[in-house]
Structure formats: structure tokens, C-alpha cells
T-cell receptor
Framework: DAKTTQPNSMESNEEEPVHLPCNHS???????IHWYRQLPSQGPEYVIH???SNVNNRMASLAIAEDRKSSTLILHRATLRDAAVYYC???????????FGQGTTLQVKP | ETGVTQSPTHLIKTRGQQVTLRCSSQ?????VSWYQQALGQGPQFIFQ???????GRGNFPPRFSGLQFPNYSSELNVNALELDDSALYLC?????????????FGPGTRLTVT
């Protein structure tokens, strides 16, 4: 299973953009890049996913490097409710099995 | 649209006992996955069910077993409980016809084994 590497923690100020990096140098050509987040005392929540092109949705943007060996989740304006553990995950085969790492704990300061 | 629900919310069992956890998938979803999340760790994939059959399994022993029912709800059964089985058990549902398999998680069942 391809692995991802993320910083353990990051801090941001409220109302400012946040860029959460993820390295996945062993990604295969058919692996999708997924981002999930987990707020305290809740199950993980789907944020966004992509294959090769940059993606935008109402929650965030996903910027994927041209060689696909890294990606960045962008929260355009962080709010206190965005404080969570953010997981960068590569999909695995046809089962859609998600391999979670340790994730990045994002703290948002008022 | 009804989200993923799990029951019970919390459970305390004794080592050696058996436990059954339940999950109702989100409306329109036909695939259910189960994950174990130890304190301070990311979730670990246990297995996935599609069309009432196991469709992929993680590195968990056979005493972890599951079922999926015709209405796509699911059960996770754990036999001969060990202290290390104490964790948050998460259920996630998805649509098998979506190749990216976005998964929608329930709030989890907190299992404590004493």
C-alpha cells in the first residue's frame, strides 16, 4: 500500500488561508488522493479527492503536483470549526480501502 | 438523506467475551467498511462488505467477523475480546459504483475491554 507523509501538527490564525502538505512519492498511476478530517469526538469526514487535476469544492481546494508525488489541501479561510486532524490518504485497489496515517493536527487560533 | 448511524455509542466488556456492533448505512449506499481507531492513532481498516460478502480485509485476525444484510446495514462481531481491542470502532458507507469510493463515517462505538 502506498504511504503518505504529513507534518504532525500545524497552526493557523482564524480567517487566514491554510496549506496542508502531503507527500506520497510511491503513488501509483491509478491511486486517487483523498483528504478526510476528523473533528474531536467524531468520525472522519470526507473533504475532497482528486486524481491528476486540481479540484475545488465548497470545503476546500486540492492542489496536486504535476508528478503526483505530493499534494496540498487548501482551506481558503480557516475558522475555529476547522480545527481537526487532517488525513491525506491514497485509495487502494478496487475495494476503496482507506489507509490512514497519523494525519496533521490543525490548530486554529482566534 | 439519513446519515450513517452506529449502535451502541459506548460499550464495556470483559476480556474473553464476545461483542456485536451495528451500523446502518447512508441512504443509497451499498458498501460498508469497518475501521478500528485506537486512542491517538488513525483508523485502521478491518474489512469491507459489498452485496453481503466480504470484499477486502485488513490485517485483523479471524475473530473479527462481519455481516451485511439485504438492506445494506452491517454488523461487526469480535470474539474472545482482548484488552487491545479497546478502541473506537467506525463504520463507513459508500457507493460501489463510484470509483473513488468516498466514504461517509458514522460517529463510532467506543468499546472498552476490561
Amino acid at each position: 500500500d502506498a504511504k503518505t507523509t504529513q507534518p504532525n501538527s500545524m497552526e493557523s490564525n482564524e480567517e487566514e488561508p491554510v496549506h496542508l502538505p502531503c507527500n506520497h512519492s510511491t503513488i501509483s498511476g491509478t491511486d486517487y488522493i483523498h483528504w478526510y478530517r476528523q473533528l474531536p469526538s467524531q468520525g472522519p469526514e470526507y473533504v475532497i479527492h482528486g486524481l491528476t487535476s486540481n479540484v475545488n469544492n465548497r470545503m476546500a481546494s486540492l492542489a496536486i503536483a504535476e508528478d503526483r508525488k505530493s499534494s496540498t489541501l487548501i482551506l481558503h479561510r480557516a475558522t475555529l470549526r476547522d480545527a481537526a486532524v487532517y488525513y491525506c490518504i491514497l485509495s487502494s485497489g478496487n475495494t476503496g480501502k482507506l489507509i490512514f496515517g497519523q494525519g496533521t493536527t490543525l490548530q486554529v487560533k482566534p | 438523506e439519513t446519515g450513517v448511524t452506529q449502535s451502541p455509542t459506548h460499550l464495556i466488556k470483559t476480556r474473553g467475551q464476545q461483542v456485536t456492533l451495528r451500523c446502518s448505512s447512508q441512504s443509497g449506499h451499498n458498501t460498508v467498511s469497518w475501521y478500528q481507531q485506537a486512542l491517538g492513532q488513525g483508523p485502521q481498516f478491518i474489512f469491507q462488505y459489498y452485496r453481503e460478502e466480504e470484499n477486502g480485509r485488513g490485517n485483523f485476525p479471524p475473530r473479527f467477523s462481519g455481516l451485511q444484510f439485504p438492506n445494506y446495514s452491517s454488523e461487526l462481531n469480535v470474539n474472545a475480546l482482548e484488552l487491545d481491542d479497546s478502541a473506537l470502532y467506525l463504520c463507513a458507507s459508500s457507493r460501489a459504483d463510484r470509483p473513488t469510493y468516498e466514504q461517509y463515517f458514522g460517529p463510532g462505538t467506543r468499546l472498552t475491554v476490561t
